[in-house]
């Protein structure tokens, strides 16, 4: 399939979107989504973050786990109608295949199984409390940044880099931060460094620019290893709906952080939540169910 369908065309649904329609006959719910996104000429595609998100099962029963997990599967390719969008390795360039979830998820589960091991048992030993109350300025900790609207964050983190003792915070990434550009353009070059990657993709200075929003107290999540780790999913689905028209998240802070790095980076894709959706698709939604 081509690369070079117009933007336009696409719609991007955070997993917690796709999960709201599991109440009752979700197969029903889940065409009817699909048709009403045809009527509007809109496309979903899914991703290995959605991949990856379904397999997250905490459950112990296998069975269940992955009657669940099929039923997520089969979720994606009703509304995907099997429309696959994969990175291609070490780059920022996608590509487009038609492929079955359960056929992808066959070819990289083991990897997403020991990923998400790796990750969370390296995360075991990490004190996030102690590390995030001494590195973190009083200021920021208490959520300073979250008293103002999204169009104003940038404006605000900038006035306070310029503050002696919130510039020291960030100190070991090198000469203090002028900007918050300048911030995730040290971090970001720091990072690359540490980890001997000298790709400097666009993906990877995104997740760098997220991972620092949370950072300075701007809608931030706690710091648990599962709540870290799911992070990575926020940061994967916001930056993968760039290159649609529509990016439909139920999770506020997800929301206005996206909102936020869209404005800055420059990308014009509109965020929304259920209830929006419902209205632009002209589809009913109760909202005991949202």
Do not use: C
Not at 86 to 102: I, L, Q
Not at 152 to 163: F, G, V
Not at 203 to 228: I, M, P, V, W
């Amino acid at each position: 399939m081509s690369n070079q369908l117009s933007r336009k065309e696409y719609i991007y649904l955070d997993w917690n979107v796709i999960q709201r329609f599991k109440n009752g006959d979700f197969t029903i719910r889940l065409k009817e989504l699909k048709r009403r996104f045809d009527k509007k000429n809109l496309q979903f595609f899914f991703t290995d973050a959605h991949l990856m998100e379904a397999s997250a099962i905490t459950l112990t029963d296998t069975n269940r786990k992955n009657k669940i997990l099929n039923q997520d599967l089969n979720s994606l390719s009703i509304l995907s109608n099997n429309l696959y969008l994969e990175r291609v390795k070490n780059s920022d360039e996608t590509k487009f295949f038609n492929a079955h979830p359960a056929e992808v998820y066959k070819q990289k589960g083991e990897y997403f199984k020991i990923f998400r091991n790796a990750f969370i048992g390296a995360l075991e030993n990490i004190n996030f409390e102690k590390i995030w109350g001494d590195t973190v300025h009083p200021q920021l900790s208490a959520n300073y940044l979250n008293n103002f609207d999204e169009e104003e964050i940038i404006e605000k983190i900038n006035e306070l880099l310029k503050t002696d003792e919130i510039s020291q915070v960030f100190k070991q990434y090198g000469t203090k931060a002028t900007s918050f550009d300048d911030l995730v353009s040290k971090v970001h070059s720091h990072l690359n460094q540490e980890n001997n990657n000298s790709l400097n993709l666009l993906s990877d200075y995104f997740s760098t620019a997220f991972t620092l929003l949370d950072g300075l107290g701007f809608k931030s999540e706690k710091r648990r290893n599962e709540k870290f780790y799911s992070s990575i999913f926020d940061i994967r689905h916001a930056f993968n709906a760039t290159r649609t028209k529509y990016f439909i998240t139920d999770d506020e802070k997800l929301r206005l952080k996206a909102k936020v790095l869209y404005q800055w980076f420059g990308f014009d894709t509109v965020i929304m939540d259920i209830r929006e959706m419902s209205k632009l698709i002209a589809i009913k939604v109760k909202v005991e169910e949202v």
